[in-house]
């Protein structure tokens, strides 16, 4: 049996899609195409983005979270980082894995305060809130310190601009064949030259259109 297939996740993971679907966001359709797109790209005002994103869900595909947690299965996962967790749909996935390799932790990183309140009553819901510390703030300062000795994945969802910086931050806690997961890399072409150089110590694929899978090399 798997936490995944099961109650109370299965269910729960159900509703949450469908609420994702039907979420909008008034303030982001007030703003041009071109304005998001800057903003987007954008290294400084990312926040002023996200900000207005604070209604919407932005979670991983179904297919990209069952990825997720075959992923942290077979690599045997006790220790995760998420940046971006938004809502906490991968979270419970992850967490899905963590609990059936036997227990561990996962450290999320979310600066949207109304986001973290309704993600732990979903972790709540669905039984792995022992399981998960979510850390409000930056993640440029929320995961520059305290973090497990020996990480077994990184995901990698918040703001595309950040990945590298954030990667940067974890990079010396990824133990030899940890993994790093990047959603919607197509927005991060420095970061997909980062970890597709070999001198800079990753095996690194692109898995989908726009998700990359990187094995960390000891």
């Known amino acids: 049996m798997s936490s995944l297939t099961t109650a109370p996740l299965a269910p729960l993971i ?3 899609y469908a609420q994702a679907d039907a979420a909008t966001s008034p303030l982001l359709n007030s703003v041009s195409q071109a304005e998001r797109e800057r ?10 983005l996200y900000s207005m994103l604070k209604d919407l869900w932005l979670p991983v595909s179904q297919d990209t979270g069952k990825l ?18 938004s809502f906490g749909l991968s979270t419970l996935f992850l967490a899905a894995a963590l609990r059936d390799n036997g227990g561990g932790v996962l450290i999320g990183s979310e600066f949207e305060a109304s ?18 510390h979510i850390r409000e703030g930056d993640a440029l300062v929320t995961l520059a310190s305290d973090l497990p000795e020996a990480v077994d994945l990184l995901l990698l969802d918040g703001a595309k ?11 010396n806690h990824l133990r030899p064949g940890a993994l790093v997961v990047a959603d919607n890399t197509d927005y991060c072409p420095e970061y997909l030259a980062y970890v597709r150089a070999p001198e800079n110590g990753y095996l690194s694929v692109p898995f989908t259109d726009d998700i990359e899978l990187s094995m960390r090399l000891g």
């Open 161 to 171: 601009t950040l990945y590298g910086d954030v990667l940067n931050l974890v990079e």
């Open 68 to 85: 997720l947690y075959m992923l942290a299965r077979s690599n045997k996962a006790r220790a995760i980082v998420e940046f971006g967790t």
């Open 115 to 132: 986001k973290i309140a309704l993600a732990r009553e979903h972790f709540i819901e669905g039984g792995v809130s022992d399981l998960i």
């Open 39 to 48: 903003l987007m790209h954008s290294k400084t005002e990312y926040v002023a």
């Open 14 to 16: 159900e509703r949450l």
